[in-house]
């Protein structure tokens, strides 16, 4: 049986062009874009989704496999996909950074550890509310909801044919605004409840000056930092919904399925 040479074009771009919208997503999405995951894991994935997916996109219209048209065409859905994962990693940076925060305020930012999924230092409590919250991810089926996502962008974004408007791009830019007003949210109890023990301390030191602060206040304060963390812990899965609720609608924004 003879295979003409389009017909073998026509497969491999159908195959290759969601492959790099995918393969984008996961480069940015939450979990599989750790650094401890394997290259070839992600690639397995990616590849496995991509043929399941095929069946059920329109055809990519593609004249040559090999040509200029083709490689914007790919740095296109990389981008694509890397805008949403972009979304759902905001959430977890959400509770990078209020934990960051809140180790400055209790005297425990001197104890960091190696973060898996950027490679750098942070402080052990940031490391802890990001374990916390990537538990929460899969346990309330983020991964679903990304690979929903990625296939109803084929329908928003057919290859070849749609593309991000310059008002999209610049909602993706203000929605990362909210990692920062999250985070502030977050940490704003533990912050106010270790600024009344400061307080507390310094009428003690005004009182009896003897007491001295710099012996006995660092100690008393990461000590109460740990019991306000453990006494906090219950607003964590409360400000995960609402941040992953509130991910979950820009993304349906972004592919033109927001009810």
């Keep these: 049986m003879a295979v003409e040479i389009e017909t073998i074009m026509q497969y491999l771009a159908d195959l290759l062009l969601p492959f790099m919208r995918i393969s984008g997503l996961f480069a940015a999405m939450v979990g599989l874009s750790a650094k401890s995951v394997p290259m070839t894991t ?20 593609v004249v040559e496999l090999v040509s200029v048209g083709t490689f914007v065409l790919i740095i296109q ?22 934990g960051q925060v809140v180790a400055m305020q209790t005297g425990l930012g001197f104890a960091s550890i190696v973060d898996p999924v950027n490679g750098i230092n ?32 084929f329908e928003a974004f057919p290859i070849g044919d749609a593309w991000f408007a310059p008002e999209q791009f610049r909602d993706i830019a203000h929605w990362a605004g909210w990692m920062f007003i999250s985070a502030l949210t977050l940490s704003l109890a533990p912050i106010v409840s270790l600024l009344i023990v400061n307080l ?20 008393i304060a ?27 609608t820009m993304m349906c924004q972004l592919v033109l399925v927001c009810p």
């Excluded at 507390?200 to 206040?217: D, E, H, R, W």
């Design 42 to 61: 992600r690639a397995l994935l990616t590849l496995f989704l991509a043929v399941l997916i095929i069946p059920v996109i329109p055809p990519v219209k």
């Design 77 to 98: 859905q990389i981008i694509i996909g890397v805008a949403l994962g972009f979304i759902s990693n905001m959430v977890l940076n959400t509770f990078v950074l209020a």
């Design 122 to 153: 942070v402080p052990a409590v940031g490391q802890f509310y990001l374990i916390l919250a990537t538990l929460l991810f899969w346990a309330l089926d983020g991964h679903l909801a990304m690979i929903r996502m990625i296939v109803l962008s």
């Design 200 to 219: 507390a301390f310094g009428v003690m030191t005004k009182a009896a000056p003897q007491l001295n602060i710099f012996s006995i206040g660092f100690s």
């Design 222 to 248: 990461q000590i109460m930092g740990l019991l306000i963390i453990w006494l906090t812990l219950d607003n964590l899965t409360h400000h995960f919904t609402i941040m992953w609720d509130r991910a979950q």
